[in-house]
């Protein structure tokens, strides 16, 4: 599986950027997709995710502000971000893991087994 992610930028605080997750994968569907950051001097945080069937979950940091979403004919995941804030500046990755419908989504690093080569997105004050 690899992952290819996109749409990195510098913008203002306040500002909407979306990135894109693409994915080289037979059978897309059936992987649970999620977006990681990391901010300078800080660790590895999870931002978002989506399930196989579509539920999401989201950090308490981004909720109200950030959506995750997928296209399966695509085998792309994407991060609307919206609002945006200096402190959303990071590099961005996507993960990935094969699921089975009653699996719940994950929120851990450990619980991905592939991963993006990140995006780096700086939202200026």
């Known amino acids: 599986v690899q992952l290819q992610a996109s749409g990195r930028g510098l913008v203002q605080a306040g500002d909407s950027l979306r990135l894109s997750c693409a994915a080289s994968?037979?059978?897309?569907?059936?992987?649970?997709v999620a977006w990681f950051r990391r901010a300078p001097g800080k660790e590895r945080e999870f931002v978002a995710a989506i399930s196989r069937s579509s539920s999401t979950d989201y950090a308490e940091s981004v909720k109200g502000r950030f959506t995750i979403s997928r296209d399966n004919a695509k085998k792309t995941v994407f991060l609307q971000m919206n609002s945006l804030k200096p402190e959303d500046t990071a590099v961005y990755y996507c993960?990935?893991?094969?699921?089975?419908?009653?699996?719940?989504?994950?929120?851990?690093?450990?619980?991905?087994?592939?991963w993006g080569q990140g995006t780096l997105v700086t939202v200026s004050s």
């Open positions: 994968v037979t059978s897309f569907s059936r992987y649970a």
């Open positions: 993960a990935a893991r094969s699921t089975i419908l009653t699996m719940p989504l994950g929120t851990a690093p450990d619980d991905y087994n592939y």
